[in-house]
């Protein structure tokens, strides 16, 4: 961005808490703050080499289209991510499509997309691809998508892929612009940065347009970093460069908390058939509308408030087509994203992970049901999902036998 605005009221790049930013890009514990896959020189600080080679890149592809998919369910971070990312391609004239291929179906990833206005398009088979010069993933720990092929046969570009999640070496994302920083919390932080440096005279609280941004990267730090218990330093950082263009009130609006009765079916679903295994909680919620995928977490969240508890692991049948799960966790021990990945496996077919997360509390998997979803015998389908799942689970934290305690017990 060139803007060059002298309000009073605007974060001041000079007094920004972003200044404090070692020149050699690393962090107070000496650990890099960048995982740099594109070719950048040393001897600049590498927060800014890393925004001039975007700005650079989208300066080449000026007057483009581009297309944002967001994997997986929209949360937060993904959404506030692709709007800093739209928001930053603007300024090269470049046409952006945010494209998801689930529903927003968290109440207050609605109300986020409502309040703010923000434009998502829901993928279907029928669009023209053809359309699109470039793609961009955000805040996704994988980089292959469900289209492809799709997107390789039109010969659209891979351009940038964005995230915070745990770095896999084995498979560097294949696109003109890679950052990931596995050692911040949410990817929000990494275009709070960039936009930092694109602002000199940093955000404005009269430019509505800032407002709306610093609106929706704040809410995806605070959902990313559970409201900063889990923050980083640069998540600090960041929030205090948002913090003067945040509506409060729309904040107020979007975070709460609200439980639909289709979710509260589910919660008591998870009651009735929760087994407790020393410290674990392992439940399933039975059939699941798509429109109700995100009620799983939220009841993981709310078993995880046993006391005792410390792992949670809930699943549900979505759509009568994917085993889809989410595990939360406050171990000392666990981390999310080894522990799905080492007890569910890879498939076969695609040699990909069916599930993964962060290293500190939450991960999730997806499990497609395939041929067995034709059967006739949903009820015998369900059983056969939940022996498999339940089996690999207890045989990865060596609970083989039918000790467990269901509800009439402890638990």
């Known amino acids: 961005m060139k803007e060059d605005n002298s309000n ?39 927060k800014c080499q890393m925004y001039e080679r975007l700005s650079k890149g989208l300066e080449e592809r000026t007057g483009k289209s581009q297309l944002i998919l967001l994997l997986g369910t929209p949360d937060p971070d993904a959404i506030s991510s692709a709007m800093a990312l739209e928001y930053l391609s603007q300024e090269y004239d ?19 997309v409502k309040r703010l206005g923000i434009s ?120 205090s460069f948002l913090a003067s263009c945040v509506d409060s009130q729309v904040m107020e609006v979007i975070e709460r908390k609200v439980l639909t009765p289709s979710i509260l079916d589910m919660f008591e679903n998870a009651l009735v058939t929760r087994k407790v295994h020393d410290n674990f909680i392992f439940a399933d919620v039975g059939y699941v509308r798509e429109t109700d995928r995100d009620g799983l977490p939220q009841i ?13 692991l809930v699943f549900g049948v979505v759509e009568e087509t994917i085993i889809d799960g989410s595990l939360r966790t406050r171990s000392e021990t666990i981390n999310p994203d080894e522990f799905l990945k080492g007890f569910l496996g890879v498939s076969p077919e695609s040699g990909r992970p069916y599930g993964g997360g962060n290293i500190r509390d939450r991960g999730g998997f997806q499990i497609p049901l395939g041929f067995f979803a034709m059967h006739e015998d949903k009820n015998q389908v369900y059983a056969m999902a939940r022996q498999i799942v339940e089996k690999s689970f207890l045989d990865y934290i060596g609970k083989t036998g039918n000790k467990s305690r269901k509800k009439n017990g402890s638990s």
């Not at 993981?300 to 508890?309: C, V």
């Open 8 to 46: 009073n009221n605007s974060v001041n790049k000079e007094n920004s808490i972003f200044a404090t930013s070692s020149s050699n890009g690393l962090s107070s514990n000496g650990s890099a703050n960048v995982s740099i896959y594109s070719n950048v020189t040393s001897g600049k600080n590498l």
């Open 94 to 112: 470049i046409q952006t499509t945010i494209m998801c291929f689930s529903p927003v179906s968290h109440h207050e990833n609605r109300a986020l």
């Open 120 to 239: 998502l398009q829901k993928y279907h088979s029928d669009i023209d691809l053809s359309a699109y010069d470039f793609y961009s993933i955000v805040d996704s720990q994988k980089w292959q998508n469900p289209i492809d092929h799709r997107l390789d046969e039109a010969g659209i570009e891979f351009f940038a892929f964005v995230d915070h999640h745990r770095e896999d070496i084995s498979a560097v994302p294949p696109a003109y612009f890679v950052d990931i920083r596995s050692n911040y919390a949410c990817t929000a932080t990494i275009f709070s940065e960039y936009i930092y440096q694109a602002l000199p005279a940093g955000l404005t609280p009269n430019d509505p347009n800032h407002v709306r941004l610093a609106t929706a990267l704040m809410h995806g730090l605070r959902s990313d970093t559970q409201k900063f218990i889990l923050a980083t330093q640069e998540d600090f950082q960041a929030a």
């Open 300 to 312: 993981a969240d709310l078993l995880l408030a046993r006391e005792g508890t410390d792992t949670v």
